[in-house]
């Protein structure tokens, strides 16, 4: 791990839950996040306002828990985007990614009538009673039009490599025909974004979307931004990220966030570190045992297997320590959650 992860620097760390909220999730940070979504969908659309919605999409049963994005918008032209933060790698993630865009974009057919309220509210700029908005309604629809969706795009920050996707930072899907690339429904946009891949320095970047991705990445190892970030959306990044800028509410959220953020990433390396060195070790010696070239693969792939399982306990028993849920442990370590109970018991 490289020890810049563990530095403080005069600036929040985006890749932390509400370090990524106070740069983007705020009303005064709407500007900030507006440019963003532009540079972000260049040639494709453009935004000129948003407004934040409840982020919890509430459940149907007393089952089903819910689901809670970082940021949920719609734009004045009735777009729904979904923007989520992801630090590190989970089991099931892209299968979790269409889940949030299925439950928004069903959500659009079921509360209809908010939808369209919503809608209005932000094309007009006032807010409307229920009883304005149902004098201003259509009486009758046909059948059909209940059925026009909005748009929704998924734009998903992953400061993690995902093995679905291609080794590249940026990964774009639509819904299409398999053979000729053709978009079928433009109503369903995601955009993966996996920070890992992006490689540039700052003297290469020479857009200003290139230039917020960079910025994302490592302004939180800064004491100051760099000269060659010259733009206004810098300088008011610059206002909004500083650490003491932070009200003492959101300082001491922070601080704690800061502190799981830098175990957690402790733990994970030092338990992947140790499972690597056993496995090696292990395969080194069955692969000895039964012949220098056969034994010692197989020696390695059964060692590194154990040593992983090893990891993933280790990693287990540290969130447990930090007080995360057993649905939250089995989400980052792969484990179901009765593996996590019995290994967090033992």
């Given at each position: 791990?490289?020890?810049?992860d563990?530095?403080?620097?005069?600036?929040?760390?985006?890749?932390?839950?509400?370090?990524?909220?106070i740069?983007?999730?705020?009303?005064?940070?709407?500007?900030?996040?507006?440019?963003?979504?532009?540079?972000?969908?260049?040639?494709?659309?453009?935004?000129?306002?948003?407004?934040?919605?409840?982020?919890?999409?509430?459940?149907?049963?007393?089952?089903?828990?819910?689901?809670?994005?970082?940021?949920?918008?719609?734009?004045?032209?009735?777009?729904?985007?979904?923007?989520?933060?992801?630090?590190?790698?989970?089991?099931?993630?892209?299968?979790?990614t269409?889940?949030?865009?299925?439950?928004a974009?069903?959500?659009?057919?079921?509360?209809?009538?908010?939808?369209?309220?919503?809608?209005?509210?932000?094309?007009?700029?006032?807010?409307?009673?229920?009883?304005?908005?149902?004098?201003?309604?259509?009486?009758?629809?046909?059948?059909?039009?209940?059925?026009?969706?909005?748009?929704?795009?998924?734009?998903?920050?992953?400061?993690?490599?995902?093995?679905?996707?291609?080794?590249?930072?940026?990964?774009?899907?639509?819904?299409?025909?398999?053979?000729?690339?053709?978009?079928?429904?433009?109503?369903?946009?995601?955009?993966?974004?996996?920070?890992?891949?992006?490689?540039?320095?700052?003297?290469?970047?020479?857009?200003?979307?290139?230039k917020?991705?960079?910025?994302?990445?490592?302004?939180?190892?800064?004491?100051?931004?760099?000269?060659?970030?010259?733009?206004?959306?810098?300088?008011?990044?610059?206002?909004?990220?500083?650490?003491?800028?932070?009200?003492?509410?959101?300082?001491?959220?922070?601080?704690?966030?800061?502190?799981?953020?830098?175990?957690?990433?402790?733990?994970?390396?030092?338990?992947?570190?140790?499972?690597?060195?056993?496995?090696?070790?292990?395969?080194r010696?069955?692969?000895?045992?039964?012949?220098?070239?056969?034994?010692?693969?197989?020696?390695?792939?059964?060692?590194?297997?154990?040593?992983?399982?090893?990891?993933?306990?280790?990693?287990?028993?540290?969130?447990?320590s930090?007080?995360?849920?057993?649905?939250?442990?089995?989400?980052?370590?792969?484990?179901?959650?009765?593996?996590?109970?019995?290994?967090?018991?033992?």
């Amino acid at each position: 791990m490289d020890n810049m992860d563990l530095t403080c620097g005069h600036f929040v760390n985006p890749f932390t839950d509400i370090g990524f909220k106070i740069i983007f999730g705020q009303p005064a940070s709407k500007e900030l996040l507006i440019t963003l979504l532009n540079e972000l969908l260049a040639g494709e659309h453009r935004i000129e306002n948003l407004i934040f919605l409840d982020k919890e999409n509430h459940s149907d049963s007393m089952a089903d828990a819910g689901i809670i994005y970082d940021l949920y918008c719609l734009t004045d032209t009735g777009e729904y985007i979904i923007v989520e933060m992801q630090n590190r790698f989970h089991s099931s993630f892209l299968d979790r990614t269409l889940f949030y865009m299925c439950r928004a974009i069903g959500r659009q057919v079921e509360n209809l009538r908010e939808k369209r309220r919503k809608e209005r509210e932000l094309q007009t700029g006032k807010p409307e009673t229920e009883e304005d908005f149902l004098l201003s309604e259509p009486m009758q629809e046909n059948y059909g039009s209940r059925y026009k969706l909005s748009t929704v795009y998924g734009i998903f920050l992953m400061n993690f490599r995902e093995p679905g996707l291609e080794e590249k930072f940026r990964t774009d899907t639509v819904i299409a025909d398999r053979e000729s690339g053709k978009v079928v429904n433009p109503h369903f946009r995601q955009i993966f974004l996996q920070f890992p891949y992006f490689t540039k320095e700052l003297k290469d970047c020479e857009t200003l979307y290139d230039k917020l991705i960079y910025t994302l990445k490592n302004m939180q190892h800064w004491n100051r931004m760099p000269d060659a970030l010259k733009e206004q959306v810098f300088s008011r990044l610059e206002e909004l990220a500083a650490v003491a800028n932070l009200s003492l509410e959101d300082r001491i959220a922070y601080d704690k966030a800061l502190d799981r953020y830098r175990v957690s990433r402790i733990v994970e390396e030092d338990a992947r570190e140790a499972g690597w060195k056993k496995g090696l070790a292990e395969g080194r010696v069955e692969g000895r045992a039964e012949g220098r070239a056969e034994g010692r693969a197989e020696g390695r792939a059964e060692g590194l297997a154990e040593g992983q399982a090893k990891e993933k306990v280790a990693i287990a028993r540290n969130l447990k320590s930090l007080g995360l849920s057993t649905a939250q442990i089995a989400q980052a370590t792969g484990l179901t959650e009765e593996e996590v109970e019995s290994t967090v018991n033992n």
